[in-house]
């Protein structure tokens, strides 16, 4: 008897907690209205890659004289904040519409760590060997040396308000060089900025 | 005499009402706020950009969000960034202007949505 009525509370108890736990719901990604958090997310890499795009599109650096495309290798991107950030949430979204807009190719045989293709140099060990066609496998001189580079950093800057609130701003730093010259042909910066709780942990 | 005049009117009623095709805002309530002037088009390169501007006709200071649609000369859309909402912010009773350019070079039509 006893044993049924721990057996029947435990279960109640489960039904209740399953009741009263919250609902798990979909993000909608194209209108999210839901607050702010003060650590970095998807929204803010969407809005600076976004202004980033537009900036570097704008600004006619990509453009050469025959309209060919721009090779572009991606170099160091910085994180400099108290969060683990994959640099990859910010460069592979203007990676995506660099490609898109037709204007620029990015090459995946040199790099910084994270951008380089390690199968680039593998696929050349097998020129030469008898199981491959080799009309098949990439010859000698075919990489494509790229023209541009892509670097950049994330900075982080936490600042205590007079009142006991925190501000935290974020600056999304980006440099296309020219790798003959070493010029940086485009610069751009966007800052994000968030005030919250002095209680609020940004990383 | 009237038929001039008749014809006159109807044809700045035709190019007040058409000036801006590309511009839409999602709720109408907005335009008593804002006003869209119209959009100006360049090419930068082989890509168009746009820059759509108006005016906050109000006493506050606002902000709003636009997002801007592109498509290619089939009518097929173009995905990019652009297409997700941005914010744009203007003082009172003073005009704005805000820019995009094509994601790509085959994106040659536009539309431009503002939401508050």
Request: hydrophobic share 35%; proline share 2%.
């Amino acid at each position: 008897m006893k044993t049924r009525t721990i057996a029947v509370s435990v279960l109640m108890t489960g039904l209740l907690i399953t009741g009263c736990a919250d609902k798990t719901e979909r993000i909608d990604m194209n209108n999210d209205t839901a607050g702010q958090v003060m650590g970095l997310d998807y929204r803010d890499f969407d809005e600076a890659a976004g202004k980033s795009i537009q900036s570097l599109l704008k600004s006619g650096a990509l453009n050469k004289p025959d309209n060919d495309r721009v090779v572009i290798a991606i170099s160091t991107i910085t994180n400099d904040t108290m969060q683990h950030i994959d640099t990859d949430q910010l460069i592979k979204k203007i990676r995506v519409d660099l490609l898109r807009s037709g204007r620029a190719v990015i090459t995946t045989s040199i790099g910084s760590e994270g951008n380089v293709d390690a199968m680039n140099k593998q696929v050349r060990e097998i020129s030469g060997s008898e199981d491959y066609n080799q009309r098949t496998t990439a010859k000698k001189g075919q990489l494509i040396s790229p023209e541009m580079s892509l670097s950049g950093k994330i900075i982080q800057r936490n600042v205590t308000m007079d009142d006991g609130k925190q501000q935290v701003e974020y600056y999304f730093q980006l440099t296309l060089t020219e790798l003959k010259t070493g010029l940086a042909w485009w610069e751009d910066e966007t800052v994000i900025g968030k005030r919250g709780s002095g209680k609020s942990v940004a990383w | 005499m009237y038929k001039y005049l008749i014809s006159i009117a109807c044809i700045l009623v035709l190019i007040g009402c058409g000036a801006k095709p590309n511009v839409k805002f999602v709720e109408n309530s907005i335009s008593s706020d804002i006003s869209v002037d119209g959009a100006r088009e360049r090419m930068v390169g082989q890509l168009k950009e746009v820059e759509v501007y108006g005016e906050n006709k109000s006493g506050d200071y606002m902000t709003f969000r636009y997002r801007v649609v592109w498509k290619d000369k089939d009518g097929f859309e173009v995905p990019s960034m652009s297409s997700k909402w941005t914010n744009f912010s203007v003082y009172k009773n003073t005009p704005y202007q805000f820019s995009t350019i094509a994601p790509s070079v085959n994106a040659v039509e536009y539309m431009v949505y503002i939401n508050e």
